[in-house]
């Protein structure tokens, strides 16, 4: 069976660095940080109160009464980026089999948010009885922004979220990649989307000692790989991709972005939180994904590490890198746009 080959067609973000892709890339480029005090919450008691939020972002620009309602923050920005990949792709919809475009669009949490103010309430008013809303359970999943993605353009191919914490979008990303070059769908909108800037979030976070405390420099706070790192800053948004299949794409006249070569998967097997010291997954995925585009190392000029700014996690991947790619490492271009953008967890 002959694989399709599968490229990106189109480009949705809202994030700390702006509520675009143009506004992100150009603060991106210049090296502005998305971080300030937390305003979504007082986090006046918290170990930490700095996060990376998304800024001017009023739902009712973008949603009518029930739809700001009825949708959690996540599901508010994983729906932007949707939409503004959607319309930078230029997919006619009227002319497409809707049966052959899907969504895959992830969250590691969901929306926590949704669930903190049903409980919060329930304990208040707990004399009363129990009375939640009804759409406690659907705003709360992990899966309902790909739900409201695929209701919203009648996209009926394959839906659903990868939910694998900081990994969620990028196998969101893989398997649309995958699906489109078996000939399974012709388009998919993938990516991601988190809003977990709020107090159980930034409280649990700090109980495992994984989120900066440094509260007197919130704007140089993230620092991969820095000797002074102390841990990763919160943040939040979302993001976007329409992958086509090649073809499909050219015989429309589309704008293409990149070809995507090759993707890979794996895990450690080693600990709840922390990844192996020697980076064994992250050796793994990368020799993956290098033999499934038939690359060599050598032919890698820049890598978007993970590089969350913590003890352990930063350390490892560089022993993962060195192995992988040999004397290359030291001709790769490396960074970590999380220094900016802050860890957007699902949505990273």
């Not at 739900?147 to 900081?166: D, E, K």
């Not at 988190?194 to 649990?204: C, K, R, W």
């Not at 585009?293 to 978007?304: C, K, L, S, V």
């Not at 560089?318 to 790769?332: K, M, N, P, T």
Request: overall charge negative.
């Amino acid at each position: 069976m002959e694989l399709k080959r599968v490229v990106v067609t189109g480009l949705g973000a809202i994030t700390p660095l702006g509520n675009d892709v143009q506004t992100t890339w150009k603060n991106a480029l210049a090296g502005k940080s998305g971080a300030g005090p937390i305003t979504h919450f007082d986090a006046s008691l918290f170990k930490t109160q700095f996060a990376c939020e998304v800024k001017d972002f009023n739902p009712a620009d973008h949603f009518d009464r029930k739809e700001v309602r009825k949708y959690d923050r996540y599901s508010q920005l994983a729906i932007k980026a949707a939409k503004d990949a959607m319309s930078d792709s230029g997919l006619d919809l009227e002319k497409e089999n809707l049966d052959r475009i899907g969504v895959i669009f992830s969250a590691g949490i969901g929306g926590i948010k949704t669930f903190e103010d049903e409980v919060g309430e329930y304990f208040l008013n707990k004399e009363r009885g129990p009375k939640f809303n009804p759409f406690f359970i659907p705003k709360m999943i992990a899966d309902i922004a790909a739900g409201h993605i695929s209701m919203i353009y009648g996209l009926r191919g394959p839906n659903y979220a990868t939910v694998s914490a900081c990994a969620s979008s990028t196998n969101a990303i893989v398997d649309a990649f995958n699906l489109i070059r078996l000939g399974k769908v012709n388009a998919i909108v993938c990516g991601g989307a988190e809003a977990t800037i709020s107090p159980s979030a930034v409280g649990g976070f700090n109980a495992m000692h994984a989120i900066s405390t440094r509260n007197d420099d919130p704007l140089t706070a993230s620092r991969p790989f820095s000797a002074s790192r102390d841990g990763f800053v919160m943040g939040e948004g979302g993001s976007a991709l329409i992958l086509e299949e090649l073809g499909h794409a050219i015989a429309r006249g589309a704008t293409i972005y990149a070809e995507v070569a090759g993707g890979g998967m794996s895990a450690d097997a080693y600990h709840l939180t922390a990844s192996h010291p020697d980076g064994l997954g992250a050796k793994l995925v990368m020799r993956n994904a290098l033999e499934d585009a038939e690359m060599n190392p050598e032919q890698i000029d820049y890598i978007n590490v993970h590089g969350t700014a913590t003890p352990v996690g930063d350390i490892s991947e560089v022993r993962a890198i060195l192995d992988v790619f040999g004397e290359h490492s030291y001709q790769l271009n490396i960074s970590s746009t999380k220094s900016m953008t802050g860890h957007l967890l699902g949505g990273a």
